[in-house]
């Protein structure tokens, strides 16, 4: 099967600039999850869609992050604007029942 | 904060020998899974368990999970150089939502 695409797999950006990331989930998948991977720690859940409605975003710092999916399908991040801390690799991920959760190679984000 | 803790955070074995990494967890769970991550690439799905499971294997990998202690341990026979990675735990709480929460990883190295 077709994996979860990303893009764009790298960025920099200077802090206070605004970002966005766009994630085209596995065909057919209806939960798509973006997670924040700070280097050196595990992943963090930032929000959750089930088809085009979020179950869960108490993650999201929501002051400078929105994310949306469209028709229930692409998905797409945005910061703004973007802090140092901020800096990290942005993982998409999706699945279909409840257990195996499938995860695209991530975008790096670099914010100078 | 994490719901999986792995330990050890780092290791370092020589090819040939085994690599134990447990997780601890901290609530209940309805099932727990393993992730790889290769330097700079997204998580590779390795294993789940669910929590009415006490031991899976798949290849060279055999997963354990005590429910109550709250753990599991992965344990990746005859260790190649490819293994080396980085390994994580994550627990589903919510089996309908599938939301993963994962732990802070333990870097494996195994030296040819």
């Known amino acids: 099967e077709a994996g979860v695409a990303q893009s764009p797999r790298y960025k920099i950006i200077e802090k206070r600039q605004s970002v966005a990331f766009w994630c085209n989930p596995i065909?057919?998948?209806?939960?798509l999850y973006w997670y924040q991977q700070i280097l050196g720690q595990g992943p963090k859940l930032l929000i959750q869609?089930?088809?085009?409605?979020?179950?869960?975003d108490s993650q999201l710092p929501k002051d400078r992050f929105s994310a949306e999916r469209l028709k229930g399908v692409d998905s797409t991040l945005k910061i703004q604007p973007a802090k140092l801390e901020d800096s990290a690799v942005y993982l998409c991920?999706?699945?279909?029942?409840?257990?195996?959760?499938?995860f695209g190679q991530g975008t790096r984000l670099t914010v100078v | 904060s994490q719901q999986g803790e792995e330990d050890p955070q780092a290791l370092s074995i020589q090819e040939g020998e085994n690599a134990t990494m447990n997780c601890s967890y901290k609530t209940s769970i309805n099932n727990l899974q393993w992730y790889r991550q290769n330097s700079g690439r997204g998580l590779v799905h390795l294993i789940l368990?669910?929590?009415?499971?006490r031991e899976k294997h798949s290849g060279r990998l055999r997963v354990t999970l005590d429910t109550s202690k709250k753990s599991s341990s992965l344990l990746i026979t005859a260790s190649r150089a490819a293994d080396t990675a980085s390994y994580f735990c994550a627990t589903d709480l919510n089996n309908a939502g599938n939301m993963l929460t994962f732990g802070g990883g333990t870097r494996l190295m195994v030296k040819p």
């Open positions: 368990i669910r929590s009415n499971e």
């Open positions: 869609f089930q088809n085009n409605g979020v179950v869960d």
């Open positions: 065909s057919g998948h209806a939960t």
């Open positions: 991920a999706s699945s279909s029942l409840p257990g195996r959760v499938i």
